[in-house]
């Protein structure tokens, strides 16, 4: 079984329709990221947790936001789709320790119509 | 601020040929780096990462990569490419709570 699940993989939706997606882990890491993935630009974060308890904002937050349910869990919304919000969106996990590397989900493609 | 730069956005070799891919940095402290390979529709697998000691580290599938401090540097290499290579790379630099990602390069391996 896959260290790091997304749901759904697939996704599309109409402008204005809130959506969430979901990642769960079972890798035990307290820290969990959403990214977004452009062509042409790379992976840009979303917003991060490093425990239940605490969020914080990556370098594109505006029209997303995020839940931390369980330790294990971690889901983005949008809470009013727009066709610009079409792209790819990873979760992924780390341990602590700045010398670790990130496990990623498989990613859920979502288009906004 | 912290960044990373790879130049290149789309690679072609032939097979059997040397793989480059280049990447380099900006980082105002020790920086941890990382390459990362995704295959179409998968996520984002690690290939190898840098961490302190030995400045030449070797990855999965034949990959390896040489942490340059002089030239802020981390280019990925491997002496003979395959068709399964054919991929997204990505460098990616951590300094502490947040990972910064290249914008990707594309291989295309050619038979």
């Known amino acids: 079984d896959a260290d790091v699940t997304q749901t759904p993989r697939n996704r599309i939706t109409k402008t204005g329709k809130r959506i969430m997606l979901e990642c769960s882990q079972t890798k035990g890491h307290d820290r969990m990221y959403w990214y977004r993935q452009d062509p042409g630009l790379g992976l840009q974060l979303i917003y991060y947790s490093f425990d239940v308890k605490d969020i914080n904002k990556g370098e594109i937050s505006d029209g997303y936001s995020v839940s931390r349910q369980a330790q294990a869990k971690f889901s983005l919304s949008l809470e009013s789709a727009i066709p610009n919000q079409t792209a790819l969106y990873f979760c992924?996990?780390?341990?602590?320790?700045?010398?670790?590397?990130?496990?990623f989900g498989p990613g859920t493609r979502l288009t906004v119509l | 601020a912290q960044s990373v730069t790879q130049l290149g956005s789309h690679v072609s070799v032939s097979e059997g040929a040397l793989v480059l891919l280049r990447c380099n940095y900006s980082?105002?402290?020790?920086?941890?780096l990382f390459w990362y390979v995704q295959y179409p529709n998968q996520g984002l697998q690690l290939l190898l990462k840098y961490t302190t000691g030995a400045t030449l580290v070797k990855g999965i599938n034949g990959f390896e990569a040489e942490f340059k401090k002089s030239e802020t540097s981390f280019h990925l290499t491997k002496p003979s490419a395959h068709m399964s290579d054919a991929a997204e790379y990505f460098c990616?630099?951590?300094?502490?709570?947040?990972?910064?990602f290249g914008t990707g390069t594309s291989l295309t391996v050619i038979p």
């Open positions: 992924a996990t780390r341990g602590q320790g700045a010398r670790n590397e990130q496990f």
């Open positions: 990616a630099l951590n300094t502490g709570n947040q990972f910064y």
């Open positions: 980082s105002s402290v020790p920086p941890y």
